[in-house]
């Protein structure tokens, strides 16, 4: 039974930071690709980064590039992102997720919902203005 478990989140003031993370226990073989989503109250589930788990090769939403970044250590099966210069609308829960199997269409494509099989039960982030 694969389980994902986030913590980090937490009250941040406008320009501040927060690391998430992300256990991972479970896989029989690891997953091929990690993942961080957040959803906001009435909205859609955003994909913001991805990480291959075998070369360690990121992908961003357009959304967070160049503030977020998406990290791993595979000998603790943990996952991380950092996210710096928060921003109010920045605030959501934010999820990680994992994929199990290759996926050739790209990372914008990828960072959609319906392709990852696992996913954690989420940890807020309040950024306040």
């Known amino acids: 039974q694969v389980r994902l478990v986030e913590s980090g989140g937490g009250s941040v003031q406008a320009g501040g930071s927060l690391r998430l993370s992300c256990a991972a226990s479970?896989?029989?073989?690891?997953?091929?690709?990690m993942g961080w989503f957040r959803q906001a109250p009435g909205q859609e589930r955003e994909g913001l980064a991805a990480?291959?788990?075998?070369?360690?090769?990121?992908g961003y939403s357009d959304s967070v590039k160049g503030r977020f970044t998406i990290s791993q250590d595979n000998a603790e099966n943990t996952l991380y992102l950092q996210m710096n210069n928060l921003k109010p609308e920045d605030s959501a829960m934010y999820y990680c997720?994992?994929?199990?199997?290759?996926?050739?269409?790209?990372?914008?494509?990828?960072?959609?919902?319906?392709?990852?099989?696992?996913w954690g039960q989420g940890t807020q982030v309040t950024v306040s203005s």
């Open positions: 479970g896989y029989t073989g690891g997953p091929y690709y």
């Open positions: 997720a994992a994929r199990l199997s290759a996926f050739y269409g790209g990372w914008g494509p990828l960072l959609l919902r319906g392709n990852w099989d696992y």
């Open positions: 990480i291959n788990s075998a070369t360690s090769k990121t």
